[in-house]
């Protein structure tokens, strides 16, 4: 699981979208593709973002990459998108996006969406490394690890305590059988003890 790009893109409807801010992680690719994919990404984020329609979400697969749209709308037309592997679940994706466009709105004016440049929203980079595993940023899917992992260590428990069981019922059934020795021993130690009574 793998996120390759993100991005804050201003997407007014019928128009071309502009990149405000976005954060990339290349270092799977090797150095002579990178900047090939970084252009592909980005004409990738603007095309997605421009055909989603305003308070939408969609998922769009393109060769081994899956981008994440979420088209916001509203009064900013702000849309966020994130491009990641295939295999990277569907759910943290758009928590993420909903996160990273409230966090925009609230820390960037809108009035200087006119000037992507002079934009500065470094948390953009923060956002993509946090959500690179996506089980420590998703709530739901870090509860269903530990639920995972509890579940391994309580049937290793339950299968360490039916081999302890299996070795008690040992313990208990040689017990017994010391136990009918015991008593044999008893009563003829007894009887041998009887015949040399001292008075």
Same mark, same amino acid.
């Given at each position: 699981?793998?996120?390759?790009?993100?991005?804050?893109?201003?997407? %007014?409807?019928?128009?071309?979208?502009?990149?405000?801010? +976005?954060?990339?992680?290349?270092? =799977?690719?090797? $150095?002579? #593709?990178?900047?090939?994919?970084?252009?592909?990404? +980005?004409?990738?984020?603007?095309?997605?973002?421009?055909?989603?329609?305003?308070?939408?979400?969609?998922?769009?697969?393109?060769? !081994?990459?899956?981008?994440?749209?979420?088209?916001?709308?509203?009064?900013?037309?702000?849309?966020?998108?994130?491009?990641? &592997?295939?295999?990277? %679940?569907?759910?943290?994706? $758009? +928590?993420?996006?909903?996160?990273?466009?409230? &966090?925009?709105?609230?820390?960037?004016?809108?009035? =200087?969406?006119?000037? %992507?440049?002079?934009?500065?929203? %470094?948390?953009?980079?923060?956002?993509?490394?946090?959500?690179?595993?996506?089980?420590?940023?998703?709530?739901?899917?870090? /509860?269903? #690890?530990?639920? &995972?992992?509890?579940?391994?260590?309580?049937?290793?428990?339950?299968?360490? /305590?039916?081999?302890?069981?299996?070795?008690?019922?040992?313990? /208990?059934?040689?017990?017994?059988?010391?136990?009918?020795? !015991?008593?044999?021993?008893?009563?003829?130690?007894?009887?041998?003890?009887?015949?040399?009574?001292?008075?």
């Amino acid at each position: 699981m793998k996120v390759f790009s993100l991005a804050v893109v201003l997407a %007014p409807p019928n128009k071309p979208s502009t990149v405000l801010a +976005s954060a990339s992680d290349l270092s =799977s690719f090797s $150095f002579y #593709q990178r900047g090939s994919v970084a252009e592909f990404m +980005s004409f990738f984020t603007k095309t997605i973002a421009e055909r989603t329609p305003q308070g939408q979400r969609q998922s769009v697969q393109e060769n !081994s990459y899956t981008a994440h749209v979420y088209n916001r709308g509203g009064a900013e037309q702000l849309a966020g998108v994130i491009i990641t &592997d295939q295999e990277y %679940p569907v759910r943290p994706a $758009f +928590s993420l996006l909903t996160k990273l466009l409230d &966090d925009f709105i609230a820390k960037v004016p809108q009035t =200087s969406y006119n000037t %992507p440049s002079a934009i500065s929203f %470094p948390e953009i980079n923060t956002y993509l490394q946090k959500y690179q595993d996506p089980r420590q940023a998703d709530a739901i899917m870090k /509860v269903q #690890q530990e639920l &995972d992992e509890t579940k391994i260590i309580l049937h290793k428990t339950i299968e360490s /305590v039916l081999q302890r069981g299996e070795k008690i019922n040992d313990l /208990v059934d040689r017990s017994t059988a010391l136990s009918a020795q !015991s008593k044999m021993f008893y009563k003829t130690a007894k009887k041998q003890n009887s015949c040399c009574v001292v008075m």
